[in-house]
């Protein structure tokens, strides 16, 4: 996660802010550790930051962020 957050621009704190403060989220399915995988999405100025993560009582397992225009 870590790699493709780099190579997309990402830092770490603003995927862990969209999955804290979103704007919209979704369900998407039940995830590989339990939980429900989800999608985050919130708008930084022009551009739309959308994170997948799967959530289970008090954790969170990033899977992957990226920027939609």
Partial sequence: ???RLAE???PLEY???VVHYATDE???QRGT????LMRF?????NR?????????Q??????TAYYED
């Fill in 41 to 45: 999405t919130k708008c930084e100025g």
């Fill in 48 to 56: 739309t930051l959308t994170v997948i993560a799967e959530l289970k």
């Fill in 58 to 63: 008090n954790d969170c397992w990033l899977a």
């Fill in 1 to 3: 996660m870590a790699l």
């Fill in 33 to 36: 550790h339990g939980g429900a």
């Fill in 26 to 28: 979704k369900k998407l």
């Fill in 8 to 10: 997309r621009g990402i």
């Fill in 15 to 17: 995927a862990k802010n």
